[in-house]
């Protein structure tokens, strides 16, 4: 039903944005920051008049025929230009390539690369779809001088799909809107392995002509619905299939003959349902100093930001649900050691673990900028009031609240040759009082020649997850009150573009590390322990035609209890050019390699992968072949994925499984066709 009504919803969006951007699109736009044609601009995006010219002919302006668009991420200052390169599928796939799945796109996703939460204060828990879900931080602002669309399908086997939709335009030189949309299903490969998600965020800006009021406007949402069906019942079924096919194979959960494949199939019987949205509205008021550029025919109000008051809300709901209404009580006890009550049919009918939060969180800050001539130095201080409600299982309510200060600087040069940043917060009352988090970075230009080079350090204190809580409606046997988890990162990177190279470091020190080692026991590891990650990129040019992408993570941990494999690495070579003027290709062959290591396992009912060492991996490297072209603003992508399951002693069979984690299959031949088609109304 929810589902039902929310593609209604997102249809008629749809069609209001389209019809409001045909309409928009017959109206002349001035450039993206309301200048006339006289007008050109410094490294800081200020108005300065140009130089006469001696040639008596007036040239056409550039933004009556063309598209001037850039965006920058929410908090962030740094301009940016979209991304039309097609050699890597990966910039547009939803999941990228260091993390695995359960078997299909929408599934619970782990991360090959240790990736800890970094964050202090309130955290709920449950991350096995934030690969693949919108966030807040990365909101795209856009400044565009005509109305841009991008639509994009595509299909996989078994009748997988995604759906994308992006859409921005500038009303006026000081508002601007933005949509995207996603929306991906895939039936899976194996039974009760449904999985779909939609994902919506909204943007917008605006900014008042004399320059000293603007706000913003962000809307985020994510709805995940994935059935579970906790592994195999035995990986051996896979060598004696009915007809070849995996679906047949029995699963842990779920009741034989409930489950078909379909792709019009987004109900959820036994899985999870987590839905989360956010609301931010943002709006500040500067003052500042008063300054004007006379031009041959006009008069250019400046106006310099020196002292800005900010206040941000944010409004966020987040249920999370796992649910199954046909549980059988004898699976779960012989599988998961689990004991619930059947009724006298053998069943029950809805076993279920869920909990709703609603986080209303007030930051009032004030902001000063030393520099007129440099908005890009300022420092910022601030607190904040966060106001949280936990519902759990519809029957029980808590409320809680923290009071947290917060800091920031930040300076990139006028010359852009130093760049700093420094970040932190502290919690000081409430729920995760003693939290903080400190960051700061330094990145330096070296020349143009040797690249640049940045260093950092963090240290985040923080109450673990909600989850391990004594109060979660969740099953976890052992809940407590655990220490706070201190985690401490140093890293580098190192950056040449000119000769195509990346060179990272990042070094982990933590204690109290909290985890599960169970479907349903968490521990906490009291002892320090390390985590050391080295990656490097670089793309050679092996000829006039033939480019070889390489991408290599190097890892090691010591003294603590996190598996990850030892080298990742993610190869491509690719015979790329231009040819025939406006025909872009790129195509070869991508190979995705990674040592065996103890993967983790995955609880279904808690939604976390857990520690275990009874299994390793014993995979072949992963294969695929890939061809990808662009033509003017229309791409392509065609790849034919998993042919390291192929058997050459069977002829033509791939039925040579890569299991990921234990009794999780991942599907054999895989083919996709995707495309992307951006256009300027």
């Not at 709920?124 to 991008?150: C, M, S, W």
């Not at 195999?232 to 078909?260: E, W």
């Not at 010359?415 to 988090?437: F, K, P, S």
Request: charged share 15%; aromatic share 16%.
């Amino acid at each position: 039903m929810y589902s039902t009504i929310f593609n209604k919803k997102i249809i008629c969006l749809f069609i209001t944005v389209v019809s409001v951007s045909f309409l928009f699109a017959q109206k002349t736009l001035k450039t993206a920051d309301g200048s006339s044609p006289g007008v050109t601009y410094d490294s800081q995006g200020r108005p300065i008049k140009k130089q006469a010219s001696n040639d008596s002919l007036q040239h056409r302006d550039r933004y009556a025929d063309s598209i001037t668009i850039f965006y920058r991420y929410y908090d962030s200052t740094r301009n940016r230009t979209l991304d039309s390169s097609i050699n890597d599928f990966n910039t547009r796939f939803p999941q990228p390539y260091w993390v695995n799945n359960l078997g299909n796109l929408g599934t619970a996703t782990h991360s090959m690369i240790f990736t800890p939460i970094l964050q202090s204060g309130w955290d709920a828990g449950f991350h096995q779809y934030d690969a693949i879900n919108f966030t807040v931080a990365g909101a795209k602002l856009f400044q565009t001088t005509r109305p841009y669309t991008e639509l994009a399908y595509m299909l996989g086997s078994k009748a997988e799909q995604l759906i994308n939709f992006t859409h921005t335009q500038n009303r006026n030189p000081r508002f601007n809107f933005g949509i995207e949309y996603r929306f991906a299903n895939s039936p899976g490969l194996y039974r009760l392995q449904n999985a779909s998600f939609n994902n919506v965020r909204f943007t917008a800006h605006y900014q008042t002509a004399n320059k000293r009021y603007a706000n913003f406007f962000i809307f985020v949402s994510n709805k995940n619905a994935s059935s579970e069906n906790g592994g195999l019942q035995d990986i051996h079924q896979l060598n004696n299939l009915t007809l070849g096919d995996p679906f047949v194979a029995l699963t842990r959960l779920g009741v034989a003959g409930t489950q078909s494949r379909s792709p019009f199939n987004t109900t959820v019987n036994t899985g999870n349902i987590y839905q989360t949205s956010t609301i931010l509205y943002r709006h500040q008021y500067d003052f500042g100093q008063k300054d004007s550029i006379v031009t041959d025919s006009s008069v250019i109000k400046l106006f310099y930001a020196r002292l800005r008051l900010q206040h941000t809300l944010s409004i966020t709901t987040n249920t999370y649900n796992y649910r199954d209404i046909n549980a059988d009580s004898t699976a779960y006890q012989t599988y998961f050691n689990y004991h619930i009550t059947p009724y006298a049919s053998g069943y029950l009918d809805t076993v279920s673990f869920k909990e709703k939060w609603n986080v209303i969180n007030n930051e009032f800050s004030i902001i000063s900028f030393p520099e007129k001539n440099n908005q890009n130095q300022f420092l910022k201080i601030g607190a904040a009031l966060q106001n949280l409600k936990g519902v759990f299982n519809d029957s029980i309510t808590h409320h809680f609240y923290n009071v947290y200060a917060l800091a920031e600087y930040r300076n990139r040069t006028r010359n852009q040759v130093w760049e700093i940043e420094a970040t932190g917060n502290l919690y000081l009352n409430g729920m995760n009082a003693g939290d903080y988090n400190a960051y700061i970075s330094l990145k330096r230009k070296l020349s143009k020649m040797v690249g640049n080079l940045q260093i950092g350090f963090q240290n985040v204190n923080r109450t673990v997850s909600f989850i391990f809580n004594p109060l979660t409606a969740f099953p976890i046997s052992n809940k407590q009150n655990f220490n706070k988890e201190n985690t401490a990162r140093l890293f580098a990177v190192y950056e040449n573009p000119k000769l195509s190279f990346k060179l990272s470091g990042e070094y982990f020190l933590i204690n109290n590390y909290a985890y599960m080692d169970s479907f349903f026991t968490a521990r906490q590891e009291a002892g320090l322990f390390n985590v050391l990650h080295i990656a490097a990129e670089k793309k050679f040019r092996l000829n006039k035609y033939f480019n070889w992408y390489s991408e290599v993570h190097l890892q090691q941990t010591t003294g603590g209890i996190v598996h990850v494999p030892t080298l990742l690495t993610r190869n491509r070579v690719a015979f790329e050019g231009n040819f025939y003027k406006n025909l872009f290709l790129s195509t070869g062959i991508e190979i995705r390699y990674y040592t065996n290591y103890q993967a983790d396992n995955y609880s279904p009912f808690t939604g976390q992968f857990f520690y275990q060492s009874g299994y390793t991996t014993s995979n072949r490297p992963d294969v695929n072949l890939f061809f990808n072209f662009r033509i003017k603003g229309f791409k392509a992508f065609v790849r034919a994925e998993n042919l390291n399951t192929l058997v050459p002693t069977k002829g033509v069979e791939l039925t040579k499984y890569n299991i990921t984690p234990q009794l999780y299959p991942q599907p054999t031949f895989w083919f996709r066709f995707g495309v992307w088609w951006s256009f300027v109304n």
